[in-house]
């Protein structure tokens, strides 16, 4: 919620610095309230781009207060400083506050206090800003209870100081490097704490990055623009459409240990692995829409790819020929085979597209799932449009084979 002063006393939600709409603060939290927990039980975390001053701030607080009642969590499951961070389903029906924090409060023995959000740059994440809790509503404060930001430093400084319910916020470019650079120590503080993880401020057409990238290293929340579509915003919907839709995803084991040495860019020498071997047959499709919809005489012709996104190793494309003037019912019979080093952490994402001699090729469906979720024998694939939302009756026809290496 990228929060900024209004009239009246009013603080407005609104993308700062651009010509987008202002809409009052107030008015946000209420359709929140109204549709949180429509579609999942789960907690949500509201994360504050707070530019108000400190009496705007307390009045975001009070809203936030009168508005959620009894759903907005205002202080730990037991009333204690938490030595870990509750399961989500510990925290059904809240909504959680995440922002700064006043030092002082109760939750903040121990802990340091610089913050990250408020930065769009790399440069903002490699130097530590000054503290500015006098500019920091202590009523608001007091709503932030287990996802307060904190400044990244460096691994070994936040192991040694940061408290659990104290998350850090990189820009992909910084989760990249240290992804590259120190995998292993990446994946081993999110273990013990959230990461989130936001576009690059240079990404002015509200353009995505790759949010396997991130994932692999076991970052939580990985923020996307939602309102454009892509193969980054269907990974996200395929990663996220297992587990009910609930929208959360438990990490796999190895993940999950205090021990860890996983190394995603190094996968085969930090773990054990057990190799998969992933044999796709592309046998037909069935009632393709139509790309040019302006044209009656228009035909695709339909070839199909199959992407698999996880870590750098197992990052892989293939593709059928195309056929030609055949939406209907074309037939390619082409096997494609993957090896996969990483199950646990893959995403198979089956596109069908138009295929142009003269331009790049046109999107005219698609299906991504997690390797995890495939089903072997023979499938029928319900491709999705870019929206994410039923591309009509149109059907991939495959047989799926898993083979152990």
């Not at 922002?99 to 903002?124: H, M």
């Not at 992804?179 to 690059?200: A, L």
């Not at 096997?335 to 089956?350: M, Q, S, W």
């Not at 029928?380 to 929206?387: E, F, G, N, P, V």
């Amino acid at each position: 919620l990228d929060c900024w002063e209004g009239n009246n006393g009013e603080p407005n939600i609104f993308h700062g610095h651009t010509f987008t709409s202002k809409i009052l603060f107030r008015d946000v939290i209420k359709v929140i309230k109204d549709y949180a927990f429509k579609m999942s039980p789960y907690p949500v975390i509201l994360s504050l781009e707070n530019h108000c001053g400190p009496e705007q701030q307390t009045v975001m607080a009070r809203h936030l207060r009168n508005i959620l009642g009894s759903m907005l969590l205002t202080d730990t499951i037991n009333g204690k400083v938490p030595k870990q961070l509750p399961s989500p389903e510990e925290l059904k029906g809240k909504i959680l506050i995440k922002g700064k924090k006043i030092s002082g409060s109760p939750l903040q023995q121990d802990s340091f206090n610089y913050d990250d959000d408020q930065g769009n740059e790399d440069k903002e994440c490699d130097s530590p800003q000054k503290p500015a809790t006098s500019q920091i509503s202590q009523e608001l404060s007091d709503l932030v209870v287990y996802c307060k930001s904190v400044h990244f430093r460096d691994f070994q400084h936040a192991k040694e100081n940061q408290a659990v319910y104290e998350m850090c916020s990189f820009s992909e470019m910084k989760a990249k490097k240290l992804t590259k650079e120190s995998g292993d120590k990446f994946v081993q503080h999110n273990m013990r704490y959230i990461s989130r993880i936001y576009p690059k401020g240079t990404r002015t057409d509200s353009s995505n990055y790759n949010p396997e990238e991130m994932w692999v290293s076991g970052c939580q929340l990985v923020a996307l623009n939602f309102q454009t579509p892509g193969y980054e915003m269907d990974l996200n919907q395929g990663l996220f459409r297992q587990n009910g839709n609930c929208g959360y995803v438990l990490k796999p084991n190895f993940m999950r240990r205090i021990e860890t040495m996983f190394d995603p860019e190094h996968p085969s020498r930090s773990m054990k692995t057990e190799l998969k071997t992933l044999i796709i047959k592309v046998i037909t499709a069935q009632q393709l829409p139509k790309v040019n919809k302006d044209k009656n005489s228009s035909i695709v012709d339909p070839l199909v790819r199959v992407e698999i996104y996880g870590v750098p190793a197992d990052t892989e494309k293939k593709q059928t020929t195309y056929i030609q003037n055949n939406g209907f019912n074309p037939r390619w019979d082409t096997t494609l085979t993957f090896n996969i080093r990483v199950p646990e952490l893959a995403l198979v994402r089956f596109l069908v597209e138009d295929y142009d001699t003269a331009t790049s090729n046109d999107f005219v469906g698609q299906f991504t799932l997690p390797f995890t979720s495939l089903k072997q024998g023979y499938r029928h694939i319900h491709l999705l449009s870019k929206d994410g939302t039923a591309a009509g009756p149109a059907t991939l026809f495959v047989h799926i084979k898993i083979k152990s290496v």
